[in-house]
């Protein structure tokens, strides 16, 4: 439209639509054609496979990758089972050790504590010897001292002490 | 003619000259057509091959955009055509990567955009056209004539339907050609004739405000015809290639 009003210029101006002048058609569609060739051949003997294969190569390596991460997750799992297996032996060896040691001491426990008993019998029965000899010495410090005093009491109180008679009253009395 | 002091020729960009003197175009003439075109195998070739020479498995920025590219139209081919199709994912590639890189250079101020032209669009229509056409025929036989006779639909509307059919089959490549070069050319055109509005002071900053605007939208449809191409002709070989069809 512009054109039209610049018709003087025509001559360095297009005429129309270029895209119909039939006779630049032969040039556009020949250089067209060589172009294709180009870039098939290129494209086709090149790049293309070239990109099919990185792209190949891509998929094997994560296809791979992942099943590297497989192989060493099962890895993992089995080694998490080794210690857990090695934490139960282990443990039931603690036990089993501390059962042990528990039934040695409750011997030596048992042992001792018989001992002890036979120890504390005897010296129960020593003791019990001595305190009766005590006793038996005591008692007859007792009248003894029972009759110093009563014969003293009599002759205090004006009496005249018969040997006899007191060692006779205190003994009834001792026995009471 | 409001403005005639404008000089807006929106036309221009389009036309075929010689680059080394001469006004006569032989088909053999280095034009700025052939340059245009060789650029974009030169971009072709730098994206897909010196762009993947590292050939690394963590690609960089330019391999991946090859990859992204490939995988894009691999996935195209293999999901509209069937497996049977990626044996011709090659020619649809090429196909591709021509219009998309085409498309784009056009986009570059100055340059030529070859695929605004009809004569460079309605080559390839054909190319698919015909490649398609001679492959069913090949690959199926008389069975690829059977795409024409609707047996779903009831017998006595079957010729009726063939006659529709016949035509739209072989209106296939004037829509596929004229779709594209229509879209590329309509919107240079239209940014040319913005651009020329800017030599008015009072309403440059409107004009190359709306020149940026359709800059952005000329930018959405080189590659969405690009890619309308590249899917019509996976669409088409489908028919070829595919065993089930309408």
């Known amino acids: 439209m512009a054109t039209e009003a610049h018709g003087g210029a025509a001559a360095e101006h297009a005429v129309g639509m270029p895209q119909l002048d039939v006779t630049t058609w032969p040039n556009q569609i020949f250089w067209l054609l060589v172009t294709l060739a180009v870039i098939y051949f290129v494209l086709n003997r090149i ?19 992942l099943t590297a991460a497989e192989e060493l997750k099962h890895k993992a799992v089995e080694a998490e089972r080794a210690y857990n297996d090695a934490l ?7 036990a089993k050790i501390v059962a042990e040691a528990r039934a040695e001491i409750q011997k030596e426990l048992v042992a001792a504590t018989a001992q002890a008993d036979v120890e504390i019998s005897a010296k129960a029965a020593q003791s019990e010897a001595r305190i009766g000899e ?33 060692s006779a009253a205190v003994s009834a009395r001792l026995k009471g | 003619m409001a403005e005639g002091g404008f000089a807006i020729h929106p036309m221009d960009q389009f036309v075929v000259k010689p680059l080394f003197g001469g006004d006569h175009v032989e088909f053999y003439t280095f034009t700025n057509v052939t340059l245009w075109l060789g650029i974009a195998v030169l971009a072709i070739i730098a994206l897909m091959v010196i762009g ?14 090859a990859e992204v590219l490939y995988g894009f139209i691999h996935s195209m081919v293999e999901d509209v055509t069937g497996h049977e199709g990626v044996k011709y994912f090659p020619y649809v590639m090429t196909l ?3 219009v998309l890189a085409a498309n784009l250079l056009g986009l570059i101020p100055m340059s030529f955009t070859t695929t605004s032209h009809v004569a460079v669009t309605v080559t ?28 779903s639909a009831p017998l006595a509307l079957r010729p009726v339907l063939a006659i529709i059919e016949v035509i739209s089959y072989f209106v296939r490549p004037v829509s596929h050609s004229i779709r594209l070069a229509g879209n590329l050319m309509a919107g240079h055109a239209v940014i040319k004739v913005f651009a020329g509005f800017a030599s008015m002071a009072v309403i440059s900053p409107v004009a190359i405000g709306a020149v940026s605007a359709i800059y952005a939208l ?22 070829a290639v595919g065993d089930a069809h309408h």
């Open chain 2, 124 to 151: 390839l229509a054909l190319l698919v056209f015909f490649g398609v056409t001679l492959l069913g025929l090949v690959r199926k036989g008389p069975a690829f004539l059977a795409m024409f006779w609707v047996s």
């Open chain 1, 134 to 166: 005590i006793r038996a010495g005591a008692l007859e410090a007792v009248s003894t001292v029972a009759l110093d005093t009563a014969a003293e009491l009599v002759a205090a109180l004006g009496g005249k002490a018969d040997a006899t008679a007191v």
């Open chain 1, 47 to 65: 790049a293309l496979p070239r990109i099919a294969a990185v792209l190949a190569e891509r998929s094997g390596t994560i296809a791979n990758d």
């Open chain 2, 218 to 239: 000329e930018l959405l449809v080189a590659v969405v015809q690009a890619y309308v191409f590249t899917i019509l002709t996976c669409v088409y070989l489908k028919d």
């Open chain 2, 52 to 65: 993947t020479r590292g050939r690394a498995i963590i690609p960089s920025r330019s391999q991946s955009i």
């Open chain 2, 96 to 98: 591709f990567m021509f």
């Open chain 1, 88 to 94: 139960a032996r282990a443990r039931a060896d603690a």
